[in-house]
């Protein structure tokens, strides 16, 4: 079964530094992609970033950067320069087979809170 | 930009009331989907609709919901006799996927429905 894992529940980061969050996935199928989304307190979903399990380099989208290790099934988001605004709660999701209907399997998520 | 968006922005109902929730999902998109995030929990894929007609359903997704794309621009859903365990935000989502690489999948406001 297909299941992706953030285990971290809560993270502080200080404004302007760089902050990891950790995610690990399982799946047995060859082709999948992998998201970011950020959900403000307001609860929008907001999508920060894709990689594809076939895109050889890291997918990276402003200060948003996906550390990709398909070897070792993990996908961390590294946020850059944090800021204030960067407050929110952080679901890794990854989407299901391609012999469904590609919809999409989230983590549990991780609230991040930047200190100023 | 493009983005979805999704009627009411809050719902209150009473227990076994009947009530309809309207998204109206980016024009060019292919893939149309509902999910739903219980208070604090993670967010849980219901339905997925391509081509007029479900392609995968949940568990969640019993006799009491329905969708349906009753014009060229709107999705609905539709819970027939709602729970207290209905509560929840609940989030329209769609895709273009016409090439894998454009499987991202966008997410409206979300509806807040509250069931009393």
């Known amino acids: 079964a297909q299941k992706i894992t953030q285990t971290q529940p809560g993270m502080f980061v200080q404004e302007k530094e760089a902050v990891t969050l950790d995610c690990t996935y399982d799946?047995?199928?060859?082709?999948?992609?992998l998201f970011w989304y950020k959900q403000p307190s307001s609860g929008e979903m907001i999508f920060l970033i894709y990689?594809?399990?076939?895109?050889?380099q890291n997918a990276t989208e402003g200060r948003y950067s996906l550390n990709f290790q398909k070897a070792r099934k993990s996908a961390n988001l590294v946020i850059s320069a944090s800021q204030l605004g960067d407050s929110a709660m952080y679901f890794c999701?990854?989407?299901?087979?391609?012999?469904?209907?590609?919809?999409?399997?989230f983590g549990s998520g991780t609230r991040l809170l930047v200190r100023p | 930009e493009p983005e979805v968006t999704q009627t009411p922005s809050h719902q209150v109902t009473q227990m076994g009331q009947e009530v309809i929730l309207r998204c109206v999902p980016i024009?060019?998109?292919?893939?149309f989907y509902w999910y739903r995030q219980i208070l604090g929990q993670k967010v849980e894929f219901l339905v997925s609709?391509?081509?007029?007609?479900?392609?995968?359903k949940s568990e969640i997704f019993d006799d009491q919901f329905s969708v349906e794309r009753p014009d060229g621009s709107n999705f609905t859903l539709k819970i027939r006799s709602t729970k207290l365990e209905d509560s929840a935000m609940y989030f329209c989502?769609?895709?273009?996927?016409?090439?894998?690489?454009?499987?991202?999948?966008?997410f409206g406001p979300g509806t807040r429905l509250l069931v009393l």
């Open positions: 609709f391509y081509n007029n007609e479900i392609s995968e």
């Open positions: 024009s060019n998109h292919l893939y």
């Open positions: 799946t047995s199928d060859q082709s999948y992609g």
């Open positions: 999701a990854m989407r299901g087979r391609m012999d469904s209907s590609y919809k999409l399997i």
């Open positions: 989502a769609s895709s273009p996927l016409v090439e894998l690489s454009e499987e991202t999948q966008y």
């Open positions: 990689q594809g399990s076939y895109d050889e």
